[in-house]
T-cell receptor, first 111, second 113 residues
Framework: EDQVTQSPEALRLQEGESSSLNCSYTVSGLRGLFWYRQDPGKGPEFLFTLYSAGEEKEKERLKATLTKKESFLHITAPKPEDSATYLCAVMNSGGYQKVTFGTGTKLQVIP | DSGVTQTPKHLITATGQRVTLRCSPRSGDLSVYWYQQSLDQGLQFLIQYYNGEERAKGNILERFSAQQFPDLHSELNLSSLELGDSALYFC????????????FGEGSWLTVV
């Protein structure tokens, strides 16, 4: 069964203090790994899709990387508006493209 | 704006009642997913449809059912509602091809009183 584990569950950073969020996964054939940002009471907002080990993608202060077992979301010099829950998900390569989500990392950036 | 539209945005109903949540996927997307998110909980996968056919079932209760219509919109029907069914219900869509991203709607807030 596909599994996604995110750590830490919660992270509190000072504004400007860079850090990384971890997503460990097991999947029966990876079709894609996704990162989302979710604000309270809102739908998850798509950030990145990674398809193969070694791939990296960047968007503003965020950078996502992928290995065969885990993905990292690096946050450089975060700002208070980066506060949100960050979700990781994997899609397997099976016939119906099952998607499994982690429980997320709740990030709080303090001014 | 993800392009996925959900209605209603908010709904308050009594225990024992039945409600229908509606989802219009992004233009051209064939796959529709339904998720439930209770307060401070993770996303629980309910069910997936592809081009009108059920593709996968997750933790969906027997009191819940869904369908995808020929125009690709989808409905999630929740019946015999209980207090514990109060949650945010999300619809998401993808094109259904290889490695495709899932885009989420803003959700339907259901409160059962």
């Amino acid at each position: 069964e596909d599994q996604v584990t995110q750590s830490p569950e919660a992270l509190r950073l000072q504004e400007g203090e860079s850090s990384s969020l971890n997503c460990s996964y097991t999947v029966s054939g990876l079709r894609g790994l996704f990162w989302y940002r979710q604000d309270p009471g809102k739908g998850p907002e798509f950030l990145f899709t990674l398809y193969s080990a070694g791939e990296e993608k960047e968007k503003e202060r965020l950078k996502a990387t992928l290995t065969k077992k885990e993905s990292f979301l690096h946050i450089t010099a975060p700002k208070p508006e980066d506060s949100a829950t960050y979700l990781c998900a994997v899609m397997n390569s099976g016939g119906y493209q099952k998607v499994t989500f982690g429980t997320g990392t709740k990030l709080q950036v303090i001014p | 704006d993800s392009g996925v539209t959900q209605t209603p945005k908010h709904l308050i109903t009594a225990t024992g009642q039945r409600v229908t949540l509606r989802c219009s996927p992004r233009s051209g997307d064939l796959s529709v997913y339904w998720y439930q998110q209770s307060l401070d909980q993770g996303l629980q996968f309910l069910i997936q449809y592809y081009n009108g056919e059920e593709r996968a079932k997750g933790n969906i209760l027997e009191r819940f059912s869904a369908q995808q219509f020929p125009d690709l919109h989808s409905e999630l029907n929740l019946s015999s509602l209980e207090l514990g069914d109060s949650a945010l219900y999300f619809c998401a869509s993808s094109s259904g091809g290889g490695g495709n991203t899932i885009y989420f709607g803003e959700g339907s807030w259901l409160t059962v009183v």
